[in-house]
T-cell receptor
Framework: QKEVEQNSGPLSVPEGAIASLNCTYS??????FFWYRQYSGKSPELIMS????GDKEDGRFTAQLNKASQYVSLLIRDSQPSDSATYLC?????????????FGRGTSLIVHP | ETGVTQTPRHLVMGMTNKKSLKCEQH?????MYWYKQSAKKPLELMFV???????ENNSVPSRFSPECPNSSHLFLHLHTLQPEDSALYLC??????????FGQGTRLTVV
């Protein structure tokens, strides 16, 4: 069973702080990694994708991937109350592997004013 | 219309009813998915279609029947559902099984 693990939270941070969300995965063959944001009652929205080791930055968001340690993280700088949501980590094998991305349970983030 | 569109947004059905969920994608993608999301559970993949051919079926009960008539449309036919099937059903599409884009979802309640 290929697993994707996330701390369910909630993670509570003050407005303006850095929120750090972590995800570990069990399948060493994984090649594609995605972060989604899901507001309550809404569908998941893709925030970032990362495929190689290191950092990838997009605005206030930074995804970090370490394949040797099998974790991927998402940093949100200058957190805003509008960032309060559940963040889903998804992991997919490369070519020849499973077609599906496997999702974690998600981490609930609360940004308080 | 842009992105991935699902209809209806909400559905209440009895256990003896037959209904269908519809999904349409306007992104030119070649893969489409059905997911189920229940409270306190991770997203569960139900079906995957690539170029209108079903490529994955995750032991989903036969009371759920998918149909993919072309690369832009995906249906989920429902019959004799159980109350535990009540959930948010999400359709998604992607190109070559890459980044998946989700529709708004159908909130299904089985009574």
């Amino acid at each position: 069973q290929k697993e994707v693990e996330q701390n369910s939270g909630p993670l509570s941070v003050p407005e303006g702080a850095i929120a750090s969300l972590n995800c570990t995965y069990s399948d060493r063959g994984s090649q594609s990694f995605f972060w989604y944001r899901q507001y309550s009652g809404k569908s998941p929205e893709l925030i970032m994708s990362i495929y190689s080791n290191g950092d990838k930055e997009d605005g206030r968001f930074t995804a970090q991937l370490n394949k040797a340690s099998q974790y991927v993280s998402l940093l949100i700088r200058d957190s805003q109350p509008s960032d309060s949501a559940t963040y889903l980590c998804a992991v997919r094998q490369g070519a020849g592997g499973s077609y599906r991305p496997t999702f974690g349970r998600g981490t609930s983030l609360i940004v308080h004013p | 219309e842009t992105g991935v569109t699902q209809t209806p947004r909400h559905l209440v059905m009895g256990m003896t009813n037959k209904k269908s969920l519809k999904c349409e994608q306007h992104l030119g993608h070649n893969a489409m998915y059905w997911y189920k999301q229940s409270a306190k559970k991770p997203l569960e993949l139900m079906f995957v279609y690539s170029l209108e051919e079903r490529v994955e079926n995750n032991s989903v009960p036969s009371r759920f029947s998918p149909e993919c008539p072309n690369s832009s449309h995906l249906f989920l036919h429902l019959h004799t559902l159980q109350p535990e099937d009540s959930a948010l059903y999400l359709c998604a599409s992607s190109q070559d099984f890459g980044e998946a884009f989700f529709g708004q979802g159908t909130r299904l309640t089985v009574v």
